[in-house]
């Protein structure tokens, strides 16, 4: 019901939440959406989780922010530079995986499906089948 929610802004959110996730497209718009600004309202203790796309944490801030101890942890499978060697990797309290959004049977099953539709077109185009 929308009586049960309140607007806040993403610092103000952040600040109140114990895990912070992120599901939203990389663009010039959400380029370190999540910032040292951010990440030092976030609530003391509290999470990074993303599963998104590289380029929307400032990995420089999540590491100072979890070396602090100012945050408990993080969960990435995304990175600025992949494949990712850098500091967050040495973190005991920071978890890695490969991005694997791909895996899925039916985004696979969509990307096979939308690839063959995209070579018969070439090959109608080129006039190289029917």
């Known amino acids: 019901r929308a009586e049960d929610f309140e607007n806040c802004s993403l610092t103000e959110l952040c600040a109140q939440s114990d895990v912070l996730t992120l599901h939203v ?3 010039d ?5 999540i910032g040292s600004e951010i990440i ?3 609530k003391p203790g509290s999470f990074v989780v993303n599963i998104s796309r590289g380029g929307l944490v400032d990995e420089v801030s999540l590491l100072s922010a979890l070396e602090s101890g100012h945050l408990a942890g993080a969960a990435l499978d995304c990175f600025e530079q992949e494949p990712y060697f850098g500091p967050l990797s040495k973190l005991e309290n920071v978890q890695m ?3 694997m959004g791909t895996y899925a049977r039916e985004t696979r099953d969509l990307m096979e499906r939308e690839a063959s539709l995209l070579l018969v077109k070439a090959l109608r185009e080129m006039k190289l089948v029917k």
Request: glycine share 0%.
């Open 25 to 27: 497209p990389y663009s």
């Open 97 to 99: 995986t490969a991005h």
């Open 40 to 42: 030092q309202a976030m």
């Open 29 to 33: 718009k959400t380029h370190h959406i």
